[in-house]
């Protein structure tokens, strides 16, 4: 049951993550990437990087004992990276992700996740698929605020 299930999210978030890479490819310029505008607080070049630091902390960092560090503020306030520079980062984010749930012990599923960034504690599992739900929440952003730009 255990491998089904980490497999099941190692295609949920390996689709995801390649739909983030081609709504990237899609945007018509740079500019329209890092706009924002009226009500619109978060372009689609900063969401993008939310995902990709929040994914390569929380799956990479936590779980996979990576180096990565995240700058959180940097996703937020960075702008005008080419989308290349955007699908580089997804890509190394997809292999981080697929990496660690690969090699992931089978018994962590049920145990505690080790930190917790909601405010509660949480079991690994509930927490993976959260982040699962949070990358399609910020996708749908992404895919609006592309045809909006």
């Given amino acids: 049951m255990e491998n089904e299930f980490i497999n099941s999210l190692v295609n949920l978030y390996e689709r995801d993550l390649t739909k983030l890479e081609t ?3 899609l945007y018509t310029d740079r500019a329209s990437l890092w706009t924002v505008a009226g009500d ?4 689609g070049g900063n969401l993008c990087l939310h995902l990709c630091g929040n994914l390569q902390h929380f799956i990479g960092h936590i779980l996979g004992k990576s180096n990565y560090v995240r700058n959180r503020e ?3 306030s960075a702008k005008g990276l080419s989308a290349e520079v955007l699908v580089a980062e997804i890509q190394k984010t997809l292999a981080a992700v697929k990496s660690t749930l690969l090699n992931l012990d089978k018994n962590l599923l049920t145990q505690a996740y080790p930190a917790q960034p909601l405010n509660y504690p949480m079991t690994t599992m509930f927490f993976l698929i959260h982040l699962e739900s949070h990358l399609e929440y910020h996708l749908g952003q992404i895919n609006y605020h592309r045809r909006l730009m």
Avoid: P
């Fill in 74 to 76: 940097y996703e937020f």
């Fill in 23 to 25: 709504e990237i490819k």
């Fill in 40 to 43: 619109i607080k978060n372009s």
